[in-house]
């Protein structure tokens, strides 16, 4: 069974940062697409920013672009969200999940298929 452990979130003022973490165990992460998401209070979940299997290329979502960085460790079968020049609009959970196998990645949320149980992130203002 695949399991995903987010960690890292926590309150930062507005201008910080933050590092998140997501450690998967159970299935062979290094043949995946990772993503990661952010629900906000009374918002749908949405697409954060996404690796593919091998770690060449990177997708964010442009409210994201030039602040926040994806990267992964295969040896260490985990994947990062650096996040700086944070906003209050960040506030969120933040989850990961994992997507599909081989694959350059994506925004879309159907196309990942096990999900962690999420990291909060609080930036005041």
């Known amino acids: 069974q695949v399991q995903l452990v987010e960690s890292g979130g926590g309150l930062v003022q507005a201008g910080g940062s933050l590092g998140l973490s997501c450690a998967a165990s159970?299935?062979?992460?290094?043949?995946?697409?990772m993503g990661w998401f952010r629900q906000a209070p009374g918002k749908e979940r949405e697409f954060v920013a996404a690796?593919?299997?091998?770690?060449?290329?990177?997708y964010y979502t442009d409210s994201v672009k030039g602040r926040f960085t994806i990267s992964r460790d295969n040896a260490k079968n985990t994947v990062y969200l650096q996040m700086n020049s944070l906003k209050p609009e960040d506030t969120a959970v933040y989850y990961c999940?994992?997507?599909?196998?081989?694959?350059?990645?994506?925004?879309?949320?159907?196309?990942?298929?096990?999900w962690g149980q999420g990291t909060r992130v609080t930036v005041s203002s």
């Open positions: 690796i593919d299997w091998s770690g060449s290329i990177t």
């Open positions: 159970g299935g062979t992460f290094m043949h995946y697409a």
């Open positions: 999940a994992r997507g599909g196998l081989f694959s350059g990645g994506s925004s879309n949320q159907n196309g990942y298929d096990y």
